[in-house]
């Protein structure tokens, strides 16, 4: 077993109720990373022989062992989010759009549960636009909120 250092990671929108878990006090902190192999915000492993080494340094030495030989970087992240105001509207590329725009092999799902209910009781998910010239028009305005599908 390989026990992970959580990474901090602090954003404009982040809050103060992760800095609790971690003792850090007035940070704005909008991820609590418990596992991630990206570049820049991988865990560092505590014990064993990969003691100080990052998951991004691992992966390749042991994503045989682990099942994972087909994924060119460690292809799951589980963190704790606080986010204090909205956070921004984000795209994420199924995995041929991700190969095509990125030259990346897999694209990205989230999935999210939720602690405590948004105060607006809902949150926003996906585009609710006929067209990409609906949506471009949209940005344009000002008005993305209304082009933008919402759940409670």
Not at 10 to 26: P, Q
């Amino acid at each position: 077993m390989i026990i992970l250092e959580a990474v901090i990671h602090e954003t404009v929108w982040g809050g103060n109720r992760l800095g609790r878990l971690i003792k850090r006090d007035g940070a704005k902190t909008g991820h609590l990373y418990l596992v991630n192999g990206h570049k820049g915000l991988s865990n560092r492993a505590l014990n064993g022989a990969y003691a100080g080494v990052t998951l991004e340094q691992i992966f390749p030495h042991e994503k045989r062992n682990w099942g994972m030989e087909a994924y060119e970087s460690f292809p799951l992240t589980i963190a704790l989010v606080d986010a204090r105001e909205n956070l921004s509207i984000q795209v994420h590329p199924d995995a041929r759009t991700a190969e095509r725009l990125e030259h990346e092999r897999n694209g990205k799902t989230e999935s999210y549960i939720f602690l405590e209910e948004p105060k607006s009781r809902w949150i926003y998910a996906g585009c609710a636009c006929g067209s990409k010239e609906e949506l471009e028009a949209a940005v344009e305005n000002g008005r993305t909120e209304d082009v933008t599908a919402h759940f409670p």
